[in-house]
């Protein structure tokens, strides 16, 4: 008897530790503005435990003392917070900070003078020079008014033809052969998520993507960036049947140029 009354008062004492060991963790989540941020996803990397905020930006979640909870939203910094004691007496205000947006710097090759009238000749060109692009761009509008004339050489200038009348075999050759190829070239159509990474991979192996690495771009950035360039050139899409590596290189290289323009890539 004494034996069970011992084992009973060891149970209530473990349950009732476990009890105080974990509660509820309440608060709020904002980024002090008046924009509503929510939902934020709420970790209790301690206990791999999640939720998240609601609509007012409230939350509650189950904590032990020294837990660590972790507030994550795209587009904020991730905030961390280990908690204490007094953090079970009253609810939490968790502030998160947006993330900065980097904007591409843009260099002027001309360096202002100072004097209003040279830096706006430079700036904005010369008003003979607008005057001309402008005069152009009508007439290149315009419908034309004039027939073009013929530039045929005139028959009584021109020799004997020797091929009058004679089937130009080499014509009909190319003609053939085009149109063979047309006929036994694949089909260009939409490709599937794995026929995608399929011919990624591919890509990756045999096209040569040495001048990405002299940009000093990781493995990392070379992928992302081949993710644009087949999004952009539509490259699994129109090569992964008829897969040539000095297309696909020119075709990579074309979304290089314009990858470029949009993100900042230190060249060598």
């Known amino acids: ?60 979640i189950d904590a032990g003392d020294r837990d660590e909870i972790r507030f994550v939203k795209e587009g904020y910094y991730r905030f ?50 607008s005057g001309l692009k402008s005069d152009l761009e009508i007439y290149m509008k315009s419908p034309l008014n004039e027939p073009l004339p013929n530039n045929a050489i005139s028959k009584t200038f021109t ?22 190829k047309k006929i036994t070239k694949p089909k260009i159509t939409k490709p599937t998520y794995n026929e995608t990474q399929l011919f990624m991979d591919r890509l990756k192996k045999e096209v040569n993507l040495d001048f990405l690495k002299k940009y000093g771009m990781g493995q990392e950035q070379i992928d992302a960036f081949l993710i644009y360039a087949d999004d952009t050139r539509n490259l699994a899409k129109k090569y992964r049947k008829d897969f040539n590596k000095d297309v696909i290189e020119s075709e990579v290289k074309i979304a290089f140029a314009e990858y470029r323009k949009v993100n900042k890539i230190d060249g060598q």
């Not at 060891?10 to 509503?36: C, R």
């Not at 009253?90 to 040279?118: D, F, Q």
């Not at 020799?159 to 063979?180: I, K, R, T, Y």
């Open 80 to 129: 961390s917070k280990q908690i204490s004691k007094d953090d079970f007496n009253s609810p939490l205000l968790i502030l998160l900070r947006k993330m900065e947006i980097e904007i591409p710097e843009v260099k002027i090759a001309y360096k202002p003078t100072g004097n209003l009238e040279r830096d706006s000749k430079h700036l904005n060109g010369s008003r003979k020079l």
């Open 159 to 180: 020799g004997h033809d020797f091929n009058a009348g004679q089937v130009d075999l080499f014509g009909v050759f190319n003609a053939a052969s085009g149109l063979f």
């Open 1 to 60: 008897m004494k034996t069970y009354k011992k084992n009973l008062y060891f149970s209530l004492l473990f349950i009732s530790a476990t009890a105080l060991s974990q509660q509820k963790i309440t608060g709020t989540v904002t980024d002090n503005s008046n924009k509503n941020i929510n939902p934020v996803l709420i970790i209790n990397v301690s206990r791999g435990l999640t939720t998240f905020s609601d609509t007012s930006g409230k939350f509650v």
